[in-house]
């Protein structure tokens, strides 16, 4: 992988700042966008700027057109059998909100078993139903060194579950869960799973059926796509469970005598004029990431993250937050400081050599007040980073830490 040549395809990358070229270190918040992305979506603004399914101009039957091959493209890089089992969203947090507003309300409250360690996403909007009467959560642990553990998920499960839904991977400890494992066992106990897939799209395509996945929940931004665009993948047989999160124009058919229609699948879910520039930028990220080599990714992004934990071990008072080692992490270096406040610490990397790192809870505010966890900071590198950025941060966090601390 020529990690030099593909930071020319990200303009972000090359932009000289008071302290030299940017090192940005919070891709698990946000990744860059190269330049495929923003031409793609400046194409539908400046070319066809119609609308989807209400009109049959040549602007419009363009839009259309791109906009249900962007879906195909998705449903492709995702693994499912076909386009209209891919739901376009804003975001990771409304595909989750429509699937849990879909289970909540029936006659038995659904049963909802998700992780200790969750981000506010995959939480929330299960603890407002669960408040509200209207289904029932509860929250396993895991392992100590905060990996999964089967023996407590599979205790869990023998109380009873309707749906699992956990994250692909973690945005706090970057583990990958056994998702294929999570999910026979989910489907033996009669339970559907939901991933959070907001950390698990940003290396390539991967295969919703090889994971067992019922539902599939991603942003576009976390894999070099558009913010405020993302999708909900949902296996047609459990698309009926779906009730529509938001009515009105594009989710009907045709209203009469004070009753309506929905239309069909996945349109009734797309209410209101779509992001189509979201949509074309999104493809375009698509086409991108299935271009590269997901393992070539895996492995520059192992090494750089190997390289800085060796770095910066022996730090007194520094201590990692996940496994001690690198590999079980993947992207992401999460660690607290004693005595050192983590937004401060932050704010030091960005101003004296413009490392960006996120700093905080990392929206996952539960796990952090109840085990005690003060706000840490967090790498969470990718393909784009470079072995120079690793060692400038090591060299970096060390000078402040010895300087200031």
């Given at each position: ?292 080599d997901p393992r070539a990714i895996r ?67 539960a796990w952090y007040n109840s085990s ?34």
């Open positions: 992988m020529n990690v030099a040549q593909l930071r020319e395809d990200f303009p972000a990358l090359n932009r000289k700042t008071d302290v030299g070229l940017p090192v940005y270190f919070d891709n698990a918040c946000v990744t860059l966008r190269p330049y495929s992305v923003i031409r793609a979506m400046n194409e539908y603004y400046e070319k066809f700027s119609g609308c989807h399914r209400r009109a049959y101009h040549a602007f419009a039957r363009e839009t259309a057109s791109r906009f249900e091959r962007a879906r195909a493209s998705v449903a492709a890089f995702l693994g499912a059998t076909e386009p209209s089992e891919i739901i376009f969203l804003r975001n990771t947090t409304e595909a989750i909100n429509l699937v849990a507003r879909s289970f909540a309300g029936s006659r038995r409250p659904a049963r909802v078993l998700t992780t200790e360690l969750e981000h506010n996403s995959n939480l929330i909007p299960w603890m407002e139903l669960s408040r509200q009467g209207l289904l029932q959560l509860s929250c396993f642990k895991l392992a100590d060194n905060l990996t999964f553990d089967k023996e407590r998920f599979r205790a869990a499960l023998t109380k009873g579950a309707d749906l699992v839904s956990i994250p692909h991977k973690s945005h706090v400890t970057g583990c990958e869960y056994p998702v294929r494992e999570i999910a026979d066992m989910a489907h033996e106990a009669g339970a559907l799973l939901l991933l959070d897939g907001a950390q698990g799209v940003s290396y390539g395509k991967i295969d919703v059926h090889a994971l067992g996945a019922d539902f599939y929940a991603f942003s576009a931004h976390k894999m070099l796509g558009p913010s405020g665009f993302g999708a909900l993948y949902a296996d047609k047989e459990h698309q009926p469970r779906l009730a529509p999160l938001i009515l009105g124009g594009e989710t009907v058919d045709d209203v009469s005598g004070g009753a309506y229609s929905l239309t069909e699948p996945p349109y009734c879910y797309e209410a209101g004029l779509q992001n189509y520039a979201g949509a074309l930028g999104l493809e375009a990220a698509v086409d991108y990431l299935a271009k590269a492995a520059h992004i192992a090494s750089l993250n190997a390289m800085i934990t060796a770095g910066i071990s022996g730090i007194q008072g520094l201590s990692i937050i996940g496994p001690d080692d690198p590999a079980l992490r993947s992207n992401i270096l999460n660690f607290t400081a004693e005595g050192i406040d983590s937004v401060e610490l932050a704010e030091m990397l960005d101003k004296t050599a413009r490392i960006m790192v996120r700093a905080g809870k990392l929206c996952s505010h005690g966890t003060p706000p840490s900071v967090r790498l969470s590198l990718y393909f784009y980073n470079t072995n120079r950025e690793a060692e400038l941060f090591v060299k970096t966090l060390r000078n402040l830490i010895n300087h200031f601390y």
